[in-house]
């Protein structure tokens, strides 16, 4: 069977690449070639995705689309309007929303099944919105990618996912962008953060309730308070929704330091991440876990939890620990005082990190378009 011709809707992904802008910026690039991929983007990004995926047939939309209300407007009109013009045979909607008359077979990307296992993290609207595009996609769709086994578990587990419709399609790491840095880069990081010389712990994610980050500020001053030359925490990635944040830091010792630095540029990551001497990710549950993937590309030792996909993707590179606190400031302690372990975990976490590729994950997904035609043409 000829390999299906796609259009990739990248309509969504935010100016400040998170995950899953990440996600659509690595998998356009791994898909192209061969002349069957469009990729639809918001005018801002249209270089880039040019620049990526230099054989693909960028289509790049009006400005208007900047907010989420219009943008979900035109997922439902205008990309069932592309598709037929542009006579692809397959849509990959990447983040959980889907065109629901679309006139070809639809492959939607489920990141995530917290919405599910962890109502709690995911209040109000935003809980409501993810939790009802995933049961309608997990329906509607003809396969659904999900970023590990341990989320199509789940969703089969909570949200009565059939299995036979669901295709894993772990994440990789950019080995240009993140591989164990040089002293230039480390510097670089540094000299961004304004630390100078002093060791620090790395957290890198959106600010949001799952991500735990008021626990592992509470784990770091059980840890650091008592020590002669304490390092700092440095909690990067962009503002999330996690209001406990601010009181969480307000009640840090005058003599301990925790950095919010905001979103730190691409490439910056390596020098950040493979600088610390911990990278610290004390997350309540993950789809996948990217930065625990990306640490251990940058030989750092990396500090998680066993909560959902996060041992499915840190494998024996990782230490573990329990969310909170008591247990994060023991583990912390005990990395901070075994720098041979660190130095073995950083160089298990570069072999392990070897094991997942961006390449992979789209032949994942070539694998799941290649199985929405088949459906779809016996469905006919």
């Known amino acids: 069977m000829p390999s299906p011709k796609v259009l990739l809707d990248a309509t969504a992904v935010p100016a400040a690449r998170g995950g899953v802008g990440r996600y659509v910026d690595e998998l356009a690039a791994a898909l192209d070639g061969g002349g069957g991929l469009s990729i639809a983007c918001q005018q801002r990004d249209a270089d880039t995705f040019s620049t990526r995926a230099p054989q693909a047939r960028v289509v790049a939309l009006s400005g208007r689309l900047a907010s989420r209300p219009a943008r979900l407007g035109w997922e439902q009109t205008g990309l069932p309007m592309l598709a037929r013009r542009l006579k692809v045979d397959v849509v990959h909607s990447p983040h959980y929303t889907m065109p629901m008359a679309s006139p070809v077979p639809v492959v939607v990307t489920l990141h995530d099944a917290t919405f599910f296992s962890d109502r709690e993290l995911h209040l109000g609207v935003k809980g409501r919105f993810f939790r009802g595009w995933t049961k309608y996609s997990l329906r509607h769709a003809a396969v659904c990618v999900v970023d590990s086994a341990a989320t199509g578990d789940e969703l089969v587990r909570l949200a009565s996912a059939d299995p036979a419709k669901l295709q894993v399609g772990h994440l990789g790491v950019d080995r240009d962008r993140f591989a164990v840095p040089d002293a230039g880069q480390v510097r670089a990081a540094r000299?961004?953060?304004?630390?100078?010389?002093?060791?620090?712990?790395?957290?890198?994610?959106?600010?949001?309730?799952?991500?735990?980050?008021?626990?592992?500020?509470?784990?770091?001053?059980?840890?650091?308070?008592?020590?002669?030359?304490?390092?700092?925490?440095?909690?990067?990635?962009?503002?999330?929704?996690?209001?406990?944040?601010?009181?969480?830091?307000?009640?840090?010792?005058?003599?301990?330091?925790?950095?919010?630095?905001?979103?730190?540029?691409?490439?910056?990551?390596?020098?950040?991440?493979?600088?610390?001497?911990?990278?610290?990710?004390?997350s309540l549950g993950e789809g996948f876990g990217l930065p625990v993937l990306e640490g251990m590309a940058c030989g750092a030792a990396v500090l998680t939890t066993r909560r959902l996909s996060l041992p499915e993707v840190g494998g024996d590179a990782v230490a573990y620990c329990e969310p909170d606190e008591a247990d994060i400031a023991r583990a912390i302690t005990d990395l901070l005082d075994r720098p041979e372990l660190r130095a073995e975990l950083g160089r298990r976490g570069v072999q392990r990190a070897a094991l997942f590729s961006w390449q992979a994950c789209a032949e994942a997904c070539r694998e799941a378009y290649q199985r929405a035609v088949a459906t779809s043409g016996a469905a006919r």
């Open 191 to 282: 000299d961004h953060l304004g630390i100078g010389d002093r060791k620090y712990l790395a957290f890198l994610a959106t600010h949001e309730p799952r991500k735990n980050i008021p626990a592992l500020v509470a784990g770091f001053v059980r840890a650091a308070g008592a020590l002669a030359d304490p390092p700092v925490l440095v909690l990067a990635g962009a503002p999330g929704w996690d209001r406990t944040i601010d009181d969480a830091v307000a009640g840090v010792p005058d003599r301990l330091t925790v950095l919010r630095p905001g979103y730190l540029p691409v490439e910056l990551l390596a020098g950040y991440l493979g600088g610390a001497e911990i990278v610290t990710y004390p």
